[in-house]
């Protein structure tokens, strides 16, 4: 198992482009979700998924949209990119919720 | 709403034991878990506890007292490679999970 990828792992964009970062697993697992990490804070939830075709905003939802067509696959999209979502975007699954998250190896963005 | 609360940073020699306190503030309550994440990493897991008591698994352990909102991770025969972030986290009812702020380690030779 490769358990869960993200692509791309670096990536500047420019103010007001948008872009599409890719988390795949296949653990089959229910729940996948979305944070962000900024320099020396927490991981701070964007959205989640409880399953395909189903959606919710997590503490920081704005600026960002997400589906959820198929188990394996919880894309994030970044609408007209400010600088203040330069971070480190990091996908998670679990089986059920509560239990080990299991996460991705993270996607760095800069926005200038 | 639901808050944590752990110290920003610990620092503690080689062989030491170190513990790193976390409180919590809920609506509803169904464990506390703990992640380890080293500089530029993902977080790993580390432990989840549901009911009160210690959890052993390896030189880490975990401990949670509900009555009082309280847990702490206990680091035992602390190496190098121990020095990361950790961090508490909280699951909800609707499938999030809510993260502290997270406490810097720093194991000093």
Same mark, same amino acid.
């Given at each position: *198992?490769? =358990?869960v990828?993200?692509?791309?792992k670096?990536?500047?964009l @420019?103010i #007001?482009?948008s872009?599409? %970062?890719?988390?795949?697993?296949?653990?089959n697992? *229910?729940?996948?979700?979305?944070?962000r990490?900024d320099? =020396?804070? #927490? %991981? @701070?939830?964007i959205?989640?998924s409880? #399953?395909a075709?189903?959606?919710? @905003?997590?503490?920081?939802? *704005?600026?960002? *949209?997400?589906s959820?067509?198929?188990?394996?696959?919880?894309?994030?999209?970044?609408?007209?990119?400010a600088?203040?979502q330069t971070?480190v975007?990091f996908?998670a699954?679990? %089986?059920t919720s =509560?239990?080990?998250?299991f996460f991705?190896p993270?996607?760095?963005l800069?926005?200038? | 709403?639901?808050?944590? $609360?752990?110290p920003?940073?610990?620092?503690?020699v080689e062989?030491?034991?170190?513990?790193?306190?976390c409180?919590?503030?809920?609506?509803?309550?169904?464990g506390?878990?703990?992640?380890?994440?080293?500089d530029?990493?993902a !977080?790993?897991f580390?432990?989840?506890?549901?009911? &009160?008591?210690?959890? $052993?698994?390896?030189?880490?352990s975990?401990?949670l007292?509900?009555?009082d909102s309280?847990?702490?991770? /206990? /680091?035992q $025969? /602390?190496?190098m +490679? &121990?020095s990361?972030s950790y961090f508490?986290?909280? !699951?909800?009812?609707?499938?999030?999970l809510i993260?502290?702020?997270?406490t $810097?380690?720093?194991? +000093? !030779?």
């Amino acid at each position: *198992n490769a =358990g869960v990828t993200q692509t791309p792992k670096f990536r500047i964009l @420019k103010i #007001g482009q948008s872009m599409t %970062l890719q988390c795949t697993q296949d653990m089959n697992h *229910n729940y996948m979700y979305w944070y962000r990490q900024d320099p =020396g804070m #927490g %991981l @701070k939830l964007i959205y989640y998924s409880v #399953g395909a075709g189903i959606t919710d @905003k997590g503490e920081v939802p *704005n600026g960002y *949209n997400v589906s959820r067509s198929t188990t394996e696959d919880f894309p994030l999209r970044l609408e007209l990119a400010a600088p203040s979502q330069t971070s480190v975007y990091f996908c998670a699954s679990t %089986l059920t919720s =509560g239990n080990e998250q299991f996460f991705g190896p993270g996607t760095r963005l800069t926005v200038l | 709403g639901q808050s944590l $609360e752990q110290p920003s940073e610990v620092t503690a020699v080689e062989g030491a034991i170190v513990q790193i306190n976390c409180t919590y503030q809920t609506s509803g309550f169904y464990g506390l878990s703990w992640y380890q994440q080293h500089d530029g990493g993902a !977080p790993t897991f580390l432990s989840y506890n549901a009911l &009160d008591g210690l959890e $052993e698994t390896g030189r880490f352990s975990s401990f949670l007292s509900r009555s009082d909102s309280y847990g702490y991770l /206990l /680091l035992q $025969e /602390l190496q190098m +490679k &121990d020095s990361a972030s950790y961090f508490c986290a909280v !699951p909800n009812q609707g499938g999030k999970l809510i993260f502290g702020q997270g406490t $810097e380690l720093s194991v +000093k !030779p």
